[in-house]
C-alpha cells in the first residue's frame, strides 16, 4: 500500500455522505478493502464475544436480535467489495479476493461453530413456544437455529477442526474456480473477417464491433465467449467451420488443460463436500444439503427432474430427425453436431413459423424494456421509477433509478449495469448493495442487475434478443424480490430463502415480458417508432415453444449430473470428464445436445455451496411460476389488483419472514399443479419416450 493511500481516511470506513448513504465508489480503490475488512471482522468479532458471554440469561433480544444487530460493517464492505468482483473486477481486486475468501472462512469458522452461543440459541429454540415470540421472530429463531446447527456447533471439538479446514479450503477452491472461468473466458476471442459474416444479423456485427473497441481493437469485429455472443452465433453464422470453433471453445472452458483448468479443483470440492456432510450425520453432500430446502430429499428431485427429463429427451430427439432431414434436403452431406443444433433450429423455426429473431430484435431495444418491465411493476404493485444522475456508481454504464412505493415515499434505488465487458463476469444476476430492514429504524435497499447484453456501436442502442429480453425481465424480477422486501430483520429480507424458492418472483415475472399487452406496448422499432406488427407478434408468441425439447435437455441434464455428482461417493468422481460422459449416457444424452453448463464451466455449484445439488432449483420454482401466473389469467387480467396485492403480500414483500410453501398456498389457495410446467414448455402432449 502507497503512504498516502495509508493516510488518507479509508472511505469505508466513513459514514457514507453520499444520498441515501450508498457506497461511494469514485472514492474507493483496491487498497481500502484489507484495512476495511480487519476493521470489519475485528468490529463482528468483539460483537460476538459480547453476546456469547452476556451473563444475563439468554433472551430472544440479547442473543437473537443481537446476532442480527451484529456484523453491518462487514456486511457493508462486503457488498461493495463482491460487487466489484463479479461486475468490474481488475488484477488488484482479484487478489485481494484470494485473501478475502480465506479470510472470511477463518472469521465465520469460530463463530458459526461456537459451542457456548450455539448453547443459548439452543436453549430458546428448546423453548421456543414459551417465550410469547410473533411469527417472524419465531421464523428468525428457527433460522438461526438450523443456520448453526447445519454449520457444525454441535459437533465434538475435533471435528469442528476438520470442518473449519474444509471450510477454508471450500473457499479458496470456490473463487480459484471462478477466477480460472473468468480467465478462459477473457483470454479468449475470434476475430470476425469481412468474409467471416455470413449469416450474422447487422445487429451482431455491431455487437461485435463495439467488443473489439472495448479491448483496445478499434476497427474490427470479434466475438468473445459470453453466453449471448456465442448462442447468437451459433445461431445465426452460416459458416459451419467457425461455428464449430466457437462452440468447441464455448463449451471447453475450464477443461482446457491449461492453468484455468478447473477438473483438479472439481474433485477436491466433492471430497471436501462428502466428508462435511459425514462430519454431520448425513449419508451423502445432497442429503444434507436439500433437508434445508422445499424439496427436502434428492429422491424428491430425481422425481421431478425425470418426470420432465423423458418428455424433454422424446421431444428433442424427434426435433433431431427434423433437422437431420433438413440438413439432407438441403443437399448437406454430413450429420448433425452439436454446434449444428442451434443454426438449423432456427432455420427450422424461420421456416415453420416464419419467424427469426433477427426480425424482432429491432422491437426489443433495451431502453424499452427496461421500460416495459418498469411499467409492469408500476401496474402491479404501484411503485414508480425516476432516473438518478447523482448516484456514484462503479462503472459509467451504470444507470441508477429511484424507487418510490404507492404512497409517493421513497422505497430503495435501484442499479442497472447491462452491458457485457471484460472486466464482468459471464451471465446474469441480481445483487444487493444493501438489505432493507426495519429492526433499527426503515433501511431501504440498494438493488442491483448486472446483465452481459451486447452494446449497440456507434450511438445505435443496444437491441436485446427475445432471449435477452426474457433476462432482463427474469433478474428484474429477482430485483422487485429485493425492493419490495417488508421484514424486520436483515437475515430475513428479500432474497434470503431457499434456492428452490427463490427463483419464483423471478421466473414468474418473465410471463408478463411476453404477453401481447405488453409487447404491443412496449415493442417498437428502436428507429421508426412502429409498435411491433400484430402477425409479427403473434408469429414470436408461437414461437416460444419451439425448440423447447433442446432448452429443457440441456437444462436437466446439468441438474441431473449435479445431483449425481453429489448423491454418488466422491471417489466415483475422480475422472470428472469420464463421469460426466457416464452419467450423460446413463439418461441416454442426445449426442447432439450439450448440457447447459459442463462441470468444469459450472459456477453456479462450484464456485460456492449455494446451487450445489440445488441447480434443479429453477425447475422446482417453474413448477411453481407456471401455475402462479395462472392466478392472474384466471382473473381475466394480468395486472388483477386483488391478485397483484396477494403476490406482493404473500410473495414479493415476506422475504424469509414466512415458510415458503404457505406462502405459496396462501397466494394461491392450494399447492401448486404440477403439469402446468409441461404445459407451459409444450411438453404436455409428447408420446411416451422412445
Ligand atoms: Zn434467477
Known amino acids: 500500500m502507497s503512504e498516502t493511500a495509508a493516510t488518507t481516511a479509508n472511505p469505508l470506513l466513513e459514514p457514507w455522505q453520499t444520498p441515501h448513504q450508498t457506497p461511494p465508489f469514485t472514492e474507493i480503490a483496491p487498497e481500502h478493502f484489507m484495512p476495511a475488512f480487519e476493521q470489519a471482522f475485528a468490529d463482528h468479532t468483539a460483537e460476538v464475544n459480547a453476546i456469547t458471554h452476556d451473563p444475563a440469561t439468554p433472551d430472544f433480544d440479547n442473543t437473537v436480535t443481537a446476532l442480527e444487530r451484529s456484523g453491518r460493517l462487514l456486511t457493508k464492505v462486503s457488498a461493495v467489495f463482491y460487487d466489484l468482483v463479479s461486475a468490474h473486477s481488475n488484477p488488484a481486486i482479484l487478489e485481494i479476493d484470494k485473501e478475502v475468501s480465506l479470510r472470511m472462512a477463518r ?13 443459548r440459541i439452543a436453549l430458546l429454540h428448546q423453548n421456543r413456544a414459551n417465550l410469547g415470540l410473533t411469527s417472524e421472530q419465531m421464523r428468525l429463531l428457527e433460522r438461526t437455529y438450523t443456520r448453526f446447527h447445519r454449520s457444525g456447533a454441535g459437533l ?19 473463487t480459484s474456480f471462478s477466477h480460472h472461468l473468468l480467465g478462459d473466458e477473457q483470454d479468449w476471442f475470434l476475430e470476425l473477417g469481412e468474409d467471416d459474416r455470413a449469416g450474422l444479423p447487422d445487429s451482431f456485427v455491431a455487437a461485435a464491433r463495439a467488443a473489439a473497441e472495448e479491448r483496445g481493437m478499434a476497427g474490427k469485429a470479434i466475438i468473445t465467449l459470453s453466453r449471448s455472443f456465442a ?11 467457425l461455428r464449430e470453433k466457437v462452440y468447441k471453445a464455448f463449451v471447453a472452458r475450464g477443461d482446457n488443460g491449461n492453468a484455468n483448468d478447473n477438473n483438479e479443483a472439481i474433485v477436491e470440492i466433492l471430497a471436501l463436500r462428502e466428508e462435511s456432510a459425514k462430519l454431520l450425520g448425513y449419508p451423502t453432500y445432497a442429503a444434507y444439503r436439500l433437508e434445508d430446502s422445499m424439496a427436502k430429499t434428492p429422491e424428491a428431485v430425481r422425481g421431478l427432474l425425470e418426470r420432465v427429463w423423458k418428455p424433454a429427451r422424446a421431444r428433442a430427439l424427434a426435433d433431431r430427425d427434423e433437422l437431420q432431414a433438413m440438413i439432407a434436403a438441403e443437399g448437406g452431406n454430413f450429420t448433425l453436431a452439436p454446434w449444428d443444433w442451434r443454426y438449423y433450429a432456427e432455420k427450422l423455426r424461420q421456416a415453420k413459423a416464419n419467424f427469426d429473431d433477427a426480425a424482432i430484435k429491432p422491437y426489443l431495444a433495451l431502453d424499452h424494456m427496461i421500460e416495459a418491465a418498469f411499467d409492469c411493476a408500476t401496474r402491479l404493485f404501484g411503485i414508480t421509477f425516476s432516473e438518478r444522475k447523482d448516484i456514484p456508481v462503479w462503472h459509467p454504464d451504470v444507470r441508477v433509478w429511484e424507487v418510490k412505493g404507492p404512497d409517493g415515499r421513497h422505497k430503495a434505488l435501484f442499479y442497472g449495469d447491462y452491458f457485457a465487458r471484460s472486466s464482468k463476469r459471464s451471465g446474469a444476476w441480481m445483487t444487493s448493495l444493501r438489505d432493507q430492514q426495519k429492526l433499527d429504524g426503515e433501511v431501504t435497499p440498494l438493488i442491483i442487475n448486472v446483465c452481459n ?5 456507434g450511438g ?5 434478443s427475445p432471449d435477452d429480453a426474457r433476462t432482463l425481465f427474469h433478474e428484474f424480477g429477482h430485483a422487485l424480490h429485493g425492493m419490495l422486501s417488508n421484514v424486520l430483520f436483515p437475515s430475513l429480507s428479500g432474497t434470503a430463502v431457499f434456492t428452490d424458492f427463490v427463483e419464483l418472483p423471478s421466473q414468474l415475472y418473465e410471463h408478463w415480458q411476453e404477453r401481447p399487452e405488453v409487447l404491443q406496448k412496449f415493442a417498437r422499432h428502436y428507429q421508426t417508432g412502429e409498435p411491433l406488427p400484430e402477425d409479427l407478434l403473434q408469429r414470436f408468441l408461437a414461437a416460444r415453444k419451439f425448440n423447447q425439447g433442446f432448452a429443457t435437455v440441456e437444462f436437466v441434464s446439468s441438474a441431473l449430473v449435479d445431483l449425481e455428482f453429489h448423491t454418488q461417493s466422491a471417489e466415483a468422481s475422480r475422472d470428472v470428464r469420464a463421469f460426466e460422459q457416464a452419467e450423460l449416457k446413463k439418461i ?11 462441470p468444469t464451466q459450472f459456477g453456479h455449484i462450484f464456485t460456492g455451496d449455494h446451487y450445489a445439488a440445488g441447480y434443479y432449483s429453477y425447475m422446482w420454482s417453474e413448477v411453481m411460476d407456471a401455475d402462479a401466473f395462472g392466478a392472474f389469467e384466471e382473473a381475466g387480467d394480468i395486472f388483477d389488483p386483488a391478485t397483484a396485492k396477494r403476490l406482493h403480500d404473500d410473495i414479493y414483500s415476506t422475504g424469509g419472514s414466512v415458510d415458503p410453501e404457505a406462502a405459496y398456498v396462501a397466494f394461491r389457495g392450494r399447492e401448486p399443479e404440477p403439469d402446468a410446467l409441461l404445459r407451459r414448455r409444450g411438453l404436455s402432449d409428447v408420446p411416451e419416450a422412445v
Open 588 to 598: 441416454g444424452m442426445p449426442a447432439e445436445v450439450a448440457m447447459r453448463h459442463r
Open 453 to 457: 447484453f451486447a452494446r449497440g456501436a
Open 460 to 464: 445505435e442502442p443496444s437491441l436485446l
Open 156 to 174: 465434538s471439538e475435533d471435528a469442528k477442526k476438520r470442518m473449519a479446514e474444509i471450510n477454508e479450503r471450500l473457499a479458496q477452491l470456490g
Open 107 to 119: 472469521h465465520w469458522n469460530p463463530i458459526m461453530m461456537n459451542a457456548v452461543l450455539f448453547g
Open 231 to 241: 448462442e447468437t452465433f451459433l445461431k445465426s453464422s452460416a459458416r459451419r467451420d
